[in-house]
């Protein structure tokens, strides 16, 4: 490619950092992180003006967002999802369940912390955290998403 | 039709040069319509540029059998181009023919059935059954208004078919067309097929990276024929009225999408089997009455 080449790696650095599709995975959570995280779309945070879209398919996804502590029967679905989104991903784990297991902790149904499956990339602390500190959270993922240099 | 200007017709004004864009264009102004009426901001214009881009980028994962899924995609955006370079947009333009148009125009639909069962994903295979049924329904008022229009008009040439048939004829045979619309745009009402969330991503569920990046690029495509098509209808042979009444059918269609549910595919099947087909039927009878001259 020569000249062009850091043009378009510029354009493709551009282009993640404007087209974030998130896909949101409840491993066990309480519903409580997962209403916070959808009411990032809504009027008062609206994230889509970021680009930002929640997918239904995990292979279209570039953040794969998990809520919950991971119970023994969504652990396996979890990592098949996991391995279906495309490089580059970002695994965002919303809530104190997946970083720690929260008030689960030790129970005998539980197979987390979420870092003992997939590798995490970014918590969000809180139980639930807030929209405000989701946001956040998601636009700091999509800087680690643009500094993954794989696969362009 | 010089081979020139036809090459010219597919690579630059209604093909790839303007076409591309437009998609992008329109897909975005469709989202920030509704974002508007919902009380949003929305994405920015350029979205649907970005996130082609972005999708171009990605490192699918390997999977099995890629030939066939690179090769629908593919076949969809061609065959949309195709369509598109036919559109009777300047007066003396290319005189396509409405056989050959209508039969490109449908290919698009057809491979995203064939998608969804290739991609052998129970949500694929749903969305494709979902995708065959509404195609079959929404056809039946589509065909039989675009047959209205040739019959009135004697031709079967885009061009006269466009400006040849009266306005009585023309009008509920528009009408018919618009209710089309949002069903092969996949919108709200009649997101049924895609039915995001739901069945996951439909018959895409199984595509990622440059594969989806040429999904979302015929369906770019795929609004800016069909809008083409009402708007050549309505304005035939006018170049910037054409562009213009292309663009106006945008916040008609986001209007609707965010004033609507998701209609459950009975109930959009039995809304295209009357509403629709009667404002077809309108105009096939008003054809026949203008052709044995009654009217
Ligand atoms: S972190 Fe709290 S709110 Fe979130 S899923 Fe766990 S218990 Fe529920």
């Known amino acids: 490619m020569g000249v062009l080449e850091p043009l378009v790696l510029r354009l493709v650095d551009r282009a993640r950092r404007k087209s974030a599709w998130l896909f949101h995975f409840n491993a066990g959570a309480c519903n409580g992180c997962d209403i916070e995280l959808v009411a ?4 008062r945070y609206d994230v889509e003006q970021l680009g930002i879209r929640l997918e239904g398919s995990p292979r279209h996804a570039d953040i794969l967002c998990v809520t919950g502590p991971v119970t023994r029967t969504t652990r396996e679905a979890l990592a098949t999802i996991h391995a279906q989104i495309p490089d580059p991903k970002v695994v965002v784990a919303i809530g104190s369940c997946p970083a720690s297991g929260n008030v689960f902790a030790g129970s005998p149904m539980i197979d987390g912390p979420l870092d003992r499956i997939v590798p ?33 | ?122 949500y694929g295979e749903v969305g494709a059954v979902r995708e065959a049924v509404l195609g079959i329904s929404v056809n039946v008022p589509f065909l039989a208004a675009l047959l209205a229009l040739a019959t009135a008009s004697g031709s079967l040439q885009l061009a006269q078919v466009a400006g040849g048939a009266p306005w009585l004829v023309r009008g509920p045979a528009l009408a018919a067309l618009l209710c089309c619309l949002p069903v092969k745009l996949r919108l709200n009402p009649f997101s049924v097929a895609n039915a995001e969330q739901e069945i996951l991503a439909g018959p895409l569920t199984e595509f990622d990276g440059p594969r989806l990046a040429l999904w979302e690029l015929a369906h770019g495509l795929e609004w800016v024929v069909l809008a ?34 998701r209609l459950k595919i009975n109930q959009a099947a039995r809304f295209l089997w009357t509403w629709a087909a009667l404002a077809a039927a309108a105009s096939v009878f008003a054809a026949l009455a203008i052709r044995h001259g009654r009217l």
């Open chain 2, 228 to 261: 083409g098509l009402v708007a050549s209808l309505a304005v035939p042979g006018r170049g910037v009225a054409f562009v213009l009444v292309s663009l106006a059918v945008v916040p008609l269609l986001g209007t609707l999408a965010a004033a609507t549910a």
């Open chain 1, 120 to 152: 995490v990339d970014l918590y969000i602390p809180g139980c639930p955290p807030r929209p405000g500190a989701v946001v956040q959270g998601i636009a700091e993922a999509i800087e680690l998403l643009v500094a993954r240099k794989e696969a362009v």
């Open chain 2, 1 to 122: 039709m010089t081979p020139t200007r036809l090459l010219l017709a597919l690579l630059v004004f209604p093909g790839v040069l303007y076409a591309v864009p437009m998609g992008w264009l329109m897909q975005a102004s469709e989202r920030k319509v509704v974002a508007r009426l919902q009380g949003r901001i929305g994405p920015p214009l350029t979205q649907g540029f970005y996130d082609f881009v972005k999708l171009l980028a990605k490192a699918p994962v390997p999977r099995a059998e890629p030939f066939l899924l690179t090769l629908l995609p593919l076949l969809a955006v061609g065959a949309t181009l195709g369509a598109l370079a036919l559109l009777p947009v300047w007066t003396g333009g290319f005189t396509g023919d409405l056989i050959l148009f209508v039969g490109l125009l449908e290919l698009a639909p057809l491979c995203a059935v064939l998608a969804g069962f290739a991609s052998r994903s129970v």
């Open chain 1, 40 to 43: 990032c779309l809504t009027p």
